[in-house]
């Protein structure tokens, strides 16, 4: 016969004990399994790679950028301070073939303030430069022979000099402390915190900025005080901490309602807001910020020049401005007119966009893109930025038509017709684009919506609102005729709901 065996039979534990061993047995022949395919040189399937984690701060992109010429010296001295090193590094590490040259002029900078490490990091960098390079045996180059030398005794110096200033401004500090004025206090905390600046030192010059809040005693203090934080806050590339002085700054006593104040630090504040939304990839509040710089009031604070906001405010307005939105807040207006003046290549290839050149426009786009990508904060959004604008341009392009020859459009914007293809797809994927491609005749034929249809679903819309909402209404009369909002007792209100009011003809359907 069959024999059935269960926990009675058995007892609950025999069960468990061969639960075990096939466990042990399963495991057992993965191992082996497992061994197998190591010493086969495969991989077990059940060992996946994981996922990359997202990075919010990975925002710059590795990349090389090769160009043929570029002004070194003319760049670099439009900035100052750590401004002027910090972007000669970038250049150094986005540019082979300007590596050196940025690298040897960056440690001639350096050498003018008291940052050590610095000075040390950029000569071990030069060293590396120079060794991925093969020495000219025939001496036929002599420039390969200028690799400045490690100056140690420099160093050394240089740090005990900074040790003694330091010193000596703590003491004043004290002082000045001891004698309680106010002026002389916040004065010294904020020569502390650029004495930290130029020994490169940004979260104790930080420290020292913020200490200096607690001795203002004017408005314009306070905001002199949110500037210079955030100045070190762009240094370190610190967005949200940038982002909060700002609103600390505009947020100040007294600084909407005075108007000189206000025009005095109005533009440099928008200016350093219009940089952190470019870092935060928002680039239509940034274009925003950007345009409501003013020349005449503007300071840079070390960061930036007038040609660095025609770009950035350009290319953002560029790239997500519509044309109403293009003429009314770039091309007609006047302040911004001025920066847009120093940048002739952005302010033409802005004009030939608005006048649906799109050939011209990118043409120029395409000729300034090696510099723009050496730029240390918008390069790494250059190619994000350019493909919006060239998204614009077909969508723009193709807007007047009910079918346009694919041909004619590939000849328009300098692209070969399967890349074409590839893009309007995407558009319309994305739906920026009501279309259909023909690829046999290479035709693109508008999609028009069905006005009727749209109207009945529209009316029907309607028609049910207006139904709920006169039901409502019928309830909310009958409610009151009944006194149903009176104060009544518990026991009334049960004994009124129901009984007068007609549910039925007051129900509100689904």
């Not at 104040?261 to 939304?277: D, F, I, R, V």
């Not at 690829?439 to 029907?460: D, G, W």
């Not at 909002?485 to 709901?497: A, C, D, F, Q, W």
């Amino acid at each position: 016969g069959i024999i059935e065996i269960s926990p009675s039979t058995y007892g609950f534990h025999s069960i468990t004990s061969i639960t075990i061993i096939k466990h042990f047995l399963f495991i057992f022949l993965i191992f082996q399994r497992t061994i197998r395919n190591t010493q086969a040189g495969a991989i077990d399937p059940m060992q996946v790679d994981a996922p990359p984690e997202e990075n919010d701060n990975n925002e710059e992109e590795s990349y090389e950028v090769d160009i043929d010429s570029f002004d070194l010296d003319t760049y670099a001295n439009s900035y100052v301070g750590l401004a002027r090193i910090y972007r000669l590094m970038y250049i150094a590490d986005h540019c082979p073939r300007l590596r050196p040259d940025a690298l040897r002029l960056a440690i001639s900078h350096v050498i003018t303030t008291m940052n050590a490490n610095l000075y040390q990091v950029l000569h071990h960098k030069l060293q590396q430069c120079q060794g991925n390079v093969l020495p000219d045996v025939t001496g036929a180059n002599p420039a390969d022979t200028g690799l400045p030398v490690f100056n140690a005794i420099w160093v050394e110096t240089t740090t005990q000099k900074s040790a003694m200033k330091l010193e000596k401004l703590d003491g004043d500090l004290k002082n000045y402390k001891s004698n309680s004025i106010k002026e002389s206090i916040r004065r010294g905390h904020n020569e502390i915190g650029d004495h930290y600046v130029n020994c490169g030192d940004l979260i104790e010059a930080t420290k020292s900025y913020s200490k200096a809040r607690d001795y203002c005693t004017s408005s314009s203090h306070v905001i002199s005080m949110c500037l210079n934080i955030i100045k070190v806050g762009i240094y370190l590339q610190n967005w949200s901490h940038v982002i909060n002085y700002i609103i600390k700054a505009e947020s100040t006593p007294d600084y909407t309602e005075n108007s000189e104040l206000q025009t005095t630090y109005s533009s440099t504040l928008k200016c350093m807001t219009g940089l952190a939304e470019l870092a935060g990839r928002k680039y239509k509040l940034a274009a925003q910020n950007f345009l409501k710089t003013n020349l005449d009031y503007w300071d840079s604070c070390d960061v930036m020049t007038p040609n660095d906001i025609a770009i950035y405010g350009g290319l953002c307005a560029l790239a997500t401005f519509n044309r109403l939105e293009l003429q009314n807040n770039v091309i007609c207006n006047n302040s911004f007119k001025l920066f847009l003046e120093l940048e002739p290549e952005v302010r033409d290839a802005i004009f030939k966009f608005y006048e649906s050149k799109y050939e011209v426009c990118l043409t120029i786009l395409n000729k300034i893109k090696p510099i723009l990508l050496l730029d240390m904060y918008i390069g790494s959004h250059i190619n994000q930025l350019y493909s919006n604008i060239r998204s614009k341009a077909m969508i723009q392009y193709f807007c007047p038509y009910d079918s346009a020859d694919l041909r004619k459009m590939a000849l328009c914007f300098n692209t070969p017709l399967p890349d074409l293809e590839n893009e309007l797809m995407q558009l319309i994927l994305d739906g920026h684009i009501k279309a259909r491609i023909d690829s046999i005749n290479k035709i693109l034929y508008a999609k028009h919506p069905n006005q009727r249809v749209e109207t009945f679903e529209k009316a029907m819309s309607m028609a049910q609102q207006y139904s709920r909402y006169m039901h409502i209404l019928i309830l909310k009369s009958q409610m009151i005729k009944h006194q149903l909002n009176s104060k009544l007792s518990k026991v009334e209100r049960l004994n009124t709901i129901g009984k007068t009011i007609n549910v039925d003809f007051v129900k509100i359907s689904g």
